[in-house]
C-alpha cells in the first residue's frame, strides 16, 4: 500500500499525545518547558498540551528556521494533513530538520517539529490553529531556457585489461533536437492511408503493431523514427510506429479487423479534415484509453500482468496530471525534464502503483521495488511520464524535444538489485529537454486556433529555374531529406528533381503543395523562380478541381426504368445517385438507410 494511504488524520493534538509512549513523551517535554518534566503519562500529555494552544503556538513557529516554517506552512495549506517529503524535497531542494545531535554527545534529540507532526501528520485542530496566522508558501516556480546545448558530456567507467584498473573515460554525445509538429501532422495522414490500403497489421491479442507492421510505417515517418532502426537489436525502437499504431485504434479512427487495421468512418472523415484537428482528438481520447498502461513499455519492470497488475493506478487519472502539469509550462520554453519532474513531485501527487512490493526487476526476490526507496518516484513514476512524453506527445507533435541515446543517460538507478548489466531503465531515458510547441498549446486548449510556428530559414539548398533542387550546404538533416523524397525525385547525391507525377502522388498521400513552397523558401533564404511558383500553383489548382466524398456501393439495375424510379422515389432518393442509365452509387454512411428505404419500395439486394 502507498505510504500516504496508510497515515490516518488525527483529529486533536491531545489524542496524538495520548497515543504517544512514555517515552516519546519524555523527549518532548523539554521542547516546550526547561522545567522538571512529571513521569506519569497523563501528567506529560498534560505538561506538553498547554503549549500547543493557540495562546502559546505563535511563540514556538517564531522558533522554527525557515525551512521548518515551510514545512508547518505546506501541510497548513495543503488539502489534507500530511507532510510529503518527495514533494518537499522536490520543491525546496532539500529537508527539514526532525532531529539534531546534541552537543558533545552522540546522541540525537527532536526539534520542535515533533510536536506538530506524528508520524507526519499534523492533528487537525493543531492545523486550524496554526491557519490563522502561518503565512501560505511559496508558489512552486518552472525554470525554462531559451536556449539548450547542443553538446553533452558523459564519463564512462572503463576496464583497461593492460592496467587492471577502470579508467575514466569522457566523450561528447550531440544533443538531437527534433521540432514535431509538422512531422506529426504529416504522419497522421500518412499513417491513414497506409491503413486504408490494408497494409498495417497488428495483433489481434494485444493489438499492438507487428514486426510487418512496423516495418511498413517506417518509411513512411517524417525523419524515421526517434532512433535508429539499428537501436532495434538494443530494445529501443520502436517508439513512433509503436505509438502511432495504438492511437488510431485509441482514437477510434481504426478498429481491428483480422489481423490488420482498418479505417473506421471517423478514420475516413479524418482524411479530409484539418490534421490539428484530429490529433487534438487524439491527445484528448488517448488521456482517457485503456489499450495500453504506459508502464508496460518499460520492459525491464517484471510483474505488472502478474500479483502486481492489482496494484497499479488508473491509466487515466496518471495521464491527467502529467496533463495538467504541460499546461503549467510556458510555451515556446525548453524545460529541463528533470526540471519538471520536480515541479510535478511538489504540485501534484500521484503515483504508479499502490503495492510496489509486486513489481520487480530481474528477480522477484531480490530485485523487489517494495524495498524502501528501490521503487520511488524516479524509478516508477519518472519512468511512466518519460513514456508518455516520449512515446505519445512528442509523436503527436504536442512537444519538441531535445534527446541523446538512452545509454547511461539517467544514473539513478545504481543501487536497484539485478541492474549492474544494465545501460538504462527505460528506452525514454535519453529525453533530457522538451518545449511546447504551437500545436501543444492548442491541443491542451491553452490556445484557441491554431497557427504553426515558421520554418526556421536556412540557406543550404538551390532551387533552379530548371525545376532542380541542389543542396550546397551542409548536408540535410533526416527529415529534411524525407520531405524532398516525397515531393521531388532524386537524381544524384545531392540534386532532387521536382516532376508532376511525383507531386501529384505526395498530394495523394496527404501532403499539401503550401508546405513544400514554405520548405523550399525557408531552406533557400530567397523566394522561388517563377518556373517553379508556376508549377506548384498549377499542381496545387489541379489537386483541387476533384475531391474524394468517401466509399461507395456501385448497384447494377436490370432496367433503366428501375434505376430512375429508384434515383427519384422520394423515400430512397436522398441515399443514392444516379449513374449512367441502369447504375445507382450509395455511399457507404448512407447504405443501412438505403436498404431500409429500398425494402419499402419493395427491393433488396444482397449484402
Given at each position: 500500500?502507498?505510504?500516504?494511504?496508510e497515515?490516518?488524520?488525527?483529529?486533536?493534538?491531545?489524542?496524538?499525545?495520548?497515543?504517544?509512549?512514555?517515552?516519546?513523551?519524555?523527549?518532548?517535554?523539554?521542547?516546550?518547558?526547561?522545567?522538571?518534566?512529571p513521569?506519569?503519562?497523563a501528567?506529560?500529555v498534560?505538561?506538553?498540551?498547554?503549549?500547543?494552544?493557540?495562546s502559546?503556538?505563535?511563540?514556538?513557529w517564531?522558533k522554527?528556521?525557515?525551512?521548518?516554517?515551510?514545512?508547518?506552512?505546506?501541510t497548513?495549506?495543503?488539502?489534507?494533513?500530511?507532510?510529503?517529503?518527495?514533494q518537499?524535497?522536490?520543491?525546496?531542494?532539500?529537508?527539514?530538520?526532525?532531529?539534531?545531535?546534541?552537543?558533545g554527545?552522540?546522541?540525537?534529540?527532536?526539534?520542535?517539529?515533533?510536536?506538530?507532526?506524528?508520524?507526519?501528520?499534523?492533528?487537525?485542530?493543531?492545523?486550524?490553529?496554526?491557519?490563522?496566522?502561518?503565512?501560505?508558501?511559496?508558489?512552486a516556480?518552472?525554470?525554462t531556457?531559451?536556449?539548450?546545448?547542443?553538446?553533452?558530456?558523459?564519463?564512462?567507467?572503463?576496464?583497461?585489461?593492460?592496467?587492471?584498473?577502470?579508467?575514466?573515460?569522457?566523450?561528447?554525445?550531440?544533443v538531437?533536437?527534433?521540432?514535431t509538429?509538422?512531422?506529426?501532422?504529416?504522419?497522421?495522414?500518412?499513417v491513414?492511408?497506409?491503413?486504408?490500403?490494408g497494409?498495417?497489421?497488428?495483433?489481434?491479442?494485444?493489438?499492438?503493431?507487428?514486426?510487418?507492421?512496423?516495418?511498413?510505417?517506417?518509411?513512411?515517418?517524417?525523419?524515421?523514427?526517434f532512433?535508429?532502426e539499428e537501436?532495434?537489436?538494443?530494445g529501443i525502437?520502436?517508439?513512433?510506429?509503436?505509438?502511432?499504431?495504438?492511437?488510431?485504434?485509441?482514437?477510434?479512427?481504426?478498429e481491428l479487423?483480422?489481423?490488420?487495421?482498418?479505417?473506421?468512418?471517423?478514420?475516413?472523415?479524418?482524411l479530409?479534415?484539418?490534421p490539428?484537428?484530429?490529433i487534438?482528438?487524439?491527445?484528448?481520447?488517448?488521456?482517457?484509453?485503456?489499450l495500453i498502461?504506459?508502464?508496460?513499455?518499460?520492459?525491464?519492470?517484471?510483474?505488472?500482468?502478474?500479483?502486481?497488475?492489482?496494484?497499479?493506478t488508473?491509466?487515466a487519472?496518471?495521464?491527467q496530471?502529467?496533463?495538467e502539469?504541460?499546461?503549467?509550462?510556458?510555451?515556446?520554453?525548453?524545460?529541463?525534464?528533470?526540471?519538471?519532474?520536480?515541479?510535478?513531485?511538489?504540485?501534484?501527487t500521484?503515483?504508479?502503483?499502490?503495492d510496489?512490493?509486486?513489481?520487480?526487476?530481474?528477480?522477484?526476490?531480490?530485485?523487489?521495488l517494495?524495498?524502501?526507496g528501490?521503487g520511488g518516484?524516479?524509478?516508477?513514476e519518472?519512468?511512466?511520464?518519460?513514456?508518455?512524453?516520449?512515446?505519445?506527445?512528442?509523436?503527436l507533435?504536442?512537444?519538441?524535444?531535445a534527446?541523446?541515446?538512452?545509454?547511461?543517460?539517467?544514473e539513478?538507478?545504481?543501487?536497484?538489485?539485478?541492474?549492474?548489466?544494465m545501460?538504462?531503465?527505460?528506452?525514454?531515458?535519453?529525453?533530457?529537454?522538451?518545449?511546447?510547441?504551437?500545436?501543444?498549446?492548442?491541443?491542451l486548449?491553452?490556445?484557441?486556433?491554431?497557427?504553426p510556428?515558421?520554418?526556421?530559414?536556412?540557406p543550404v539548398?538551390?532551387?533552379?529555374?530548371n525545376?532542380?533542387?541542389?543542396?550546397?550546404?551542409n548536408?540535410?538533416?533526416?527529415?529534411?531529406?524525407?520531405l524532398l523524397?516525397?515531393?521531388a525525385?532524386?537524381?544524384?547525391?545531392?540534386?532532387?528533381?521536382l516532376?508532376?507525377?511525383?507531386?501529384?502522388?505526395?498530394?495523394?498521400?496527404?501532403?499539401?503543395?503550401s508546405?513544400?513552397?514554405?520548405?523550399l523558401e525557408?531552406?533557400?533564404?530567397?523566394?522561388?523562380?517563377?518556373t517553379?511558383?508556376?508549377?506548384?500553383?498549377d499542381?496545387?489548382?489541379?489537386?483541387?478541381?476533384?475531391?474524394?466524398?468517401?466509399?461507395?456501393r456501385?448497384?447494377?439495375?436490370?432496367?433503366?426504368?428501375?434505376?430512375?424510379?429508384?434515383?427519384?422515389?422520394?423515400?430512397t432518393?436522398?441515399?443514392?445517385?444516379?449513374?449512367?442509365?441502369?447504375?445507382?452509387?450509395?455511399?457507404?454512411?448512407?447504405?443501412t438507410?438505403?436498404?431500409?428505404?429500398?425494402?419499402?419500395?419493395?427491393?433488396?439486394?444482397?449484402?
Amino acid at each position: 500500500m502507498s505510504y500516504t494511504k496508510e497515515r490516518q488524520n488525527l483529529p486533536t493534538v491531545k489524542g496524538a499525545l495520548q497515543s504517544q509512549t512514555v517515552e516519546s513523551l519524555k523527549k518532548l517535554a523539554p521542547l516546550v518547558s526547561a522545567a522538571q518534566k512529571p513521569n506519569r503519562k497523563a501528567d506529560l500529555v498534560e505538561f506538553i498540551l498547554p503549549y500547543l494552544q493557540k495562546s502559546q503556538l505563535r511563540a514556538l513557529w517564531k522558533k522554527l528556521d525557515k525551512l521548518q516554517q515551510a514545512a508547518v506552512a505546506e501541510t497548513v495549506h495543503s488539502t489534507d494533513s500530511f507532510y510529503h517529503p518527495e514533494q518537499f524535497l522536490a520543491k525546496y531542494g532539500e529537508a527539514p530538520n526532525w532531529e539534531e545531535r546534541e552537543e558533545g554527545r552522540y546522541s540525537w534529540t527532536h526539534t520542535l517539529l515533533a510536536l506538530f507532526f506524528y508520524n507526519e501528520v499534523m492533528p487537525d485542530d493543531l492545523k486550524r490553529a496554526f491557519k490563522a496566522f502561518v503565512p501560505k508558501p511559496k508558489t512552486a516556480t518552472l525554470a525554462t531556457q531559451d536556449d539548450i546545448p547542443t553538446i553533452l558530456e558523459q564519463s564512462w567507467q572503463v576496464w583497461d585489461e593492460k592496467t587492471k584498473k577502470y579508467q575514466t573515460l569522457d566523450i561528447k554525445i550531440p544533443v538531437v533536437l527534433c521540432e514535431t509538429e509538422r512531422a506529426a501532422c504529416h504522419e497522421l495522414q500518412a499513417v491513414l492511408r497506409l491503413i486504408e490500403a490494408g497494409k498495417l497489421t497488428v495483433s489481434d491479442k494485444t493489438r499492438f503493431p507487428t514486426a510487418v507492421g512496423i516495418k511498413a510505417m517506417n518509411p513512411i515517418l517524417l525523419g524515421g523514427d526517434f532512433y535508429e532502426e539499428e537501436s532495434k537489436d538494443e530494445g529501443i525502437v520502436p517508439i513512433k510506429p509503436f505509438a502511432w499504431a495504438l492511437l488510431v485504434q485509441a482514437g477510434g479512427l481504426a478498429e481491428l479487423s483480422g489481423k490488420r487495421l482498418q479505417l473506421t468512418k471517423s478514420g475516413q472523415k479524418a482524411l479530409s479534415v484539418l490534421p490539428e484537428k484530429t490529433i487534438v482528438s487524439l491527445w484528448k481520447r488517448w488521456l482517457k484509453t485503456t489499450l495500453i498502461d504506459e508502464l508496460r513499455r518499460v520492459d525491464c519492470i517484471k510483474g505488472q500482468t502478474g500479483k502486481g497488475k492489482r496494484g497499479l493506478t488508473a491509466v487515466a487519472g496518471r495521464r491527467q496530471v502529467i496533463n495538467e502539469a504541460l499546461t503549467s509550462c510556458p510555451p515556446g520554453k525548453w524545460i529541463d525534464i528533470d526540471e519538471f519532474f520536480c515541479q510535478m513531485q511538489a504540485t501534484a501527487t500521484f503515483e504508479v502503483t499502490r503495492d510496489p512490493g509486486h513489481l520487480y526487476i530481474s528477480d522477484p526476490n531480490h530485485g523487489n521495488l517494495g524495498y524502501g526507496g528501490f521503487g520511488g518516484w524516479h524509478i516508477l513514476e519518472a519512468r511512466y511520464s518519460l513514456c508518455l512524453l516520449f512515446e505519445y506527445a512528442a509523436t503527436l507533435g504536442l512537444i519538441d524535444i531535445a534527446y541523446i541515446s538512452p545509454h547511461g543517460a539517467r544514473e539513478d538507478y545504481g543501487e536497484l538489485w539485478g541492474t549492474d548489466d544494465m545501460v538504462f531503465i527505460s528506452r525514454y531515458d535519453g529525453l533530457l529537454y522538451f518545449r511546447l510547441n504551437p500545436l501543444g498549446t492548442y491541443c491542451l486548449g491553452l490556445e484557441s486556433k491554431y497557427a504553426p510556428a515558421p520554418l526556421e530559414t536556412k540557406p543550404v539548398l538551390k532551387v533552379l529555374p530548371n525545376l532542380e533542387i541542389v543542396v550546397t550546404g551542409n548536408s540535410l538533416n533526416p527529415a529534411d531529406t524525407f520531405l524532398l523524397d516525397s515531393y521531388a525525385k532524386k537524381i544524384s547525391d545531392a540534386v532532387w528533381k521536382l516532376e508532376q507525377n511525383r507531386l501529384l502522388s505526395a498530394l495523394e498521400a496527404g501532403s499539401k503543395i503550401s508546405n513544400l513552397q514554405e520548405f523550399l523558401e525557408a531552406r533557400s533564404g530567397q523566394k522561388l523562380p517563377k518556373t517553379v511558383a508556376q508549377l506548384l500553383t498549377d499542381i496545387n489548382y489541379r489537386s483541387c478541381r476533384l475531391q474524394d466524398k468517401g466509399t461507395a456501393r456501385l448497384i447494377e439495375c436490370a432496367e433503366a426504368t428501375l434505376a430512375i424510379l429508384i434515383a427519384n422515389d422520394a423515400r430512397t432518393k436522398p441515399y443514392c445517385l444516379l449513374a449512367g442509365d441502369r447504375y445507382l452509387i450509395i455511399p457507404v454512411e448512407s447504405e443501412t438507410r438505403f436498404r431500409s428505404a429500398l425494402r419499402k419500395l419493395g427491393y433488396s439486394f444482397p449484402k
